[in-house]
């Protein structure tokens, strides 16, 4: 199963926990009653470091991308806690919309940068079709390796 959704840029800190941090949830819950162990989820870079004070309900504008931190980084927690699934956890940086290049860098924790959404998919994809990244939870921005040398080299 993969999560790969979210509330949206536009949307507010209500949404977020909704559907960002909810949304996730209830799919890995969903994966273990039908017996999926595979669950790859699309979250974001640096959601640990959300700033606590900032990040309650209700929230100023200011603050909703904070929610967004707090929410993503509450269902990372939550999988990652999971026995019964074999998770991947991806933490894009800046998604664009340009073209693919299948280069990418990988670490437990990445200053900044970007990345085409055409390439999380393709990471996504690798990490179910190769069964590589298990049990992992990385940032991801691009680079210069080739995703599928960049997954297998994992070991976190």
Known sequence: ??????????????????????????????????????????????TDEFDAARAELPAADDDVFQVYLRAKSEADADVRARDALDWTIVRPGALTDDAPTGLVAVGARLEGGSIPR?????????????????????????????????LTAIRY
């Open 1 to 46: 199963m993969v999560f790969a959704a979210g509330g949206g840029g536009s949307s507010g800190a209500e949404r977020k926990l909704t559907i960002d941090r909810d949304g996730a949830i209830l799919l890995a819950d969903a994966a273990e009653r039908a017996g999926v162990s595979r669950y790859v989820m699309v979250s974001a870079m640096h």
């Open 118 to 150: 055409a390439d999380v998919a393709a990471i996504v994809a690798t990490a179910l079709t190769e069964g590589v990244a298990v049990k992992t939870q990385f940032e991801v921005v691009s680079g210069e390796l080739e995703i599928s040398d960049a």
